[in-house]
């Protein structure tokens, strides 16, 4: 790989890092099993660099290697299993109008976890990246309708956890 | 509960986020690393079946590496060190490997292997021939583009049926298509032993893209074979389906229209051929261990049969004996293009239109017999083959005739060495 290739990379490095990171987490649950997930993303993406690069898709060439190493993962019997500090005392009970209450972390990690790996790659894809069921079916190799249904599953995952009094108006609604 | 809240619920769980400053440099690190592991466990592979025939297999290894560490030139400007060893610093097949790179999945690289003495020059001429991986199946699949200037004849140009079954041949179509969409002429089909290509040709330039569809595991990796349960049996592992192939082929073709046709021709004079051949016939004899000696003709000449000057279509070929009765035969035949057939009577040898062989010699009875062949630039074609009537006594398989067919790769270097890009005749 060229020096200037290692520069791109390095600025898709310094820009993408972070959001990944993140993403990473909201499939994982666990900080340590997201920054594994990433620097084997990036590794991956290092390898490929140079024809990603030409073809100018590397976000979604890094997501989708995340994705998929994410789903590989889950799959392989060592697999870092996400734990929670500490049982809710209550399960479903929360304001649901409350994103800073200090459970709220807990209590959706708690859900997420019970959400099959690819319905939680939809729900996170979907209601944290934003992105479009079409983009979705795109980077999961999966039809439009799949993703709409893996959407449903996934909600009714988490409402069946959070409890149905906060959850009453998830719906599919894209 | 709102998508909105949903969201925010998906940041607040995000507040725990450790503080800890991006630092690509640790990326690059670990990517560095990973490359060098995976060019230490790559070392080898890479061989593409050339001929098979009875008892005898010829191999030929096919390496090349992808993320090399770049060296410059002199003059600061990249050497072609950001290509693949079979592209390297040459403009034509930079052109062609940039269309190829643009259309290939995401998930499919090129294999690097690591030991530079198996690094072979690129080709010769308008093709690239590399090994490809697919995902991290651990399993590699041959992959070849030629481009040539375009046919002339393309009314009459009936690839999937002409010349028809080639008698005493297995290597045909399995299913072939033909026709013209929307002012391209396209054709596509299988082909035994587990290869395809499509081909496609405009007003100036021809493309022909060929794969091997039954992957074989790549040294260092954990790929087994087929289903994993049947020793010996062929591995298989995810390569290319046509329509990608398809989309790789139209990316070539539509990138041809920045090359000059005069770039697209490649061939060697036969002429050049036979000058070559004392250096030929040098390599044998230290291959088989023993002076040979030229059983029709003078010492070391061998027979020309030209039938197109123009094109310089024909044969040159040999037969040699050893005091102790090994025979040495051996074959280069040039075609007027890489699309068309040509047959060798002689050793019931055909090169079909995908450049890939089909050999049929004879059964060898009760002694040895070993053959195979190889390219020698888009057109030609070479074909040796050893024999002796006394069973070999060694279990060593590279000792004695199959060792002899180690001299393969060295005569085809120096047969490709007097092959030139553009041919005035090509």
């Known amino acids: 790989m060229s020096a200037i290739d290692e520069a791109s990379y390095r600025e898709f490095v310094s820009v993408r890092r972070r959001g990944l990171l993140r993403t990473a987490y909201l499939l994982t649950g666990d900080w340590h099993a997201a920054e594994d997930l990433v620097q084997d993303t990036l590794t991956k993406l290092y390898l490929s660099w140079r024809r990603v690069r030409r073809r100018e898709d590397a976000p979604s060439y890094a997501r989708r290697t995340m994705l998929n190493a994410y789903v590989d993962s889950t799959r392989r019997p060592w697999r870092r299993e996400y734990a929670v500090a500490a049982v809710p005392d209550r399960i479903g009970g929360g304001d649901p109008a409350d994103g800073g209450d200090p459970d709220t972390r807990t209590r959706l990690m708690t859900a997420l976890a019970g959400v099959p790996p690819k319905q939680r790659a939809v729900l996170v894809l979907r209601f944290w990246e934003d992105l479009s069921v079409e983009q979705v079916a795109e980077l999961l190799d999966c039809s439009t309708g799949n993703v709409k249904s893996q959407t449903a599953r996934g909600l009714e995952r988490l409402r069946a956890v959070l409890g149905p009094a906060q959850l009453a108006s998830i719906r599919e609604v894209r | ?152 004849d393309l009314g009459e140009f009936r690839p999937c049926s002409e010349p028809g079954p080639l008698e005493g041949t297995s290597s045909q179509w399995r299913n072939c298509s033909e026709g013209s969409d929307d002012g391209v002429w396209q054709a596509a089909g299988d082909l035994e032993f587990d290869s395809s290509v499509v081909m496609a040709q405009n007003d100036d330039a021809a493309v022909i893209v060929t794969w091997s569809t039954r992957p074989f595991p790549l040294p260092g990796s954990q790929a087994t074979s087929s289903n994993g349960s049947e020793p010996g049996s062929l591995p298989t592992g995810p390569s290319l389906d046509r329509a990608e192939s398809e989309a790789v082929r139209d990316a070539v073709l539509a990138a041809t229209a920045e090359l000059d046709s005069d770039d697209l021709t490649s061939g060697a004079d036969l002429g050049d051929i036979v000058g070559v051949w004392p250096e030929v016939h040098s390599i044998l004899e230290d291959a088989v261990g023993a002076a040979l ?134």
Request: hydrophobic share 40%.
């Open chain 2, 293 to 426: 000696t030229a059983v029709d003709g003078p010492a070391g000449d061998p027979a020309i049969d030209l039938q197109d000057v123009e094109h310089q279509v024909g044969t040159v070929s040999a037969n040699y004996v050893t005091a102790d009765g090994v025979e040495v035969e051996v074959w280069f035949w040039q075609r007027p293009r890489i699309t068309d057939t040509m047959c060798i009577d002689a050793i019931m040898e055909c090169a079909i239109a995908t450049g890939s062989q089909e050999l049929l010699g004879p059964a060898g009875g009760g002694g040895e017999n070993h053959e195979g062949g190889g390219s020698v630039g888009p057109r030609g074609q070479l074909w040796l083959r050893v024999t002796s009537d006394e069973v070999p006594q060694s279990d060593d398989p590279a000792a004695g005739l199959a060792g002899a067919m180690g001299a393969l790769g060295e005569i085809i270097s120096a047969l490709e060495a007097q092959v030139r890009t553009p041919f005035p005749a090509g």
């Open chain 2, 1 to 152: 509960m709102t998508e909105a809240t949903l969201k925010d619920m998906f940041r607040t769980t995000l507040t725990g986020e450790p503080l800890r400053p991006v630092v690509p440099d640790e990326d690059v690190a670990r990517g560095r690393a990973r490359q060098r592991r995976m060019r230490r466990q790559r070392v080898a592979g890479g061989v593409a079946l050339l001929a098979v025939a009875g008892l005898g297999a010829a191999v030929l290894p096919a390496v090349f590496d992808d993320d090399r560490d770049d060296s410059v030139a002199a003059d600061g400007a990249p050497d072609g060190g950001d290509y693949p060893p079979a592209v390297g610093d040459d403009p034509v097949k930079q052109v062609i490997w940039d269309a190829v790179e643009s259309a290939l999945p995401a998930d499919v690289e090129v294999v690097g292997l690591d030991d530079p003495g198996l690094q072979g020059p690129p080709s010769v001429g308008a093709a690239i021939g590399v090994q490809l991986e697919r995902g991290d199946s651990g399993t590699g699949f041959q992959f070849g583009v030629t481009v040539e200037k375009a046919r002339t």
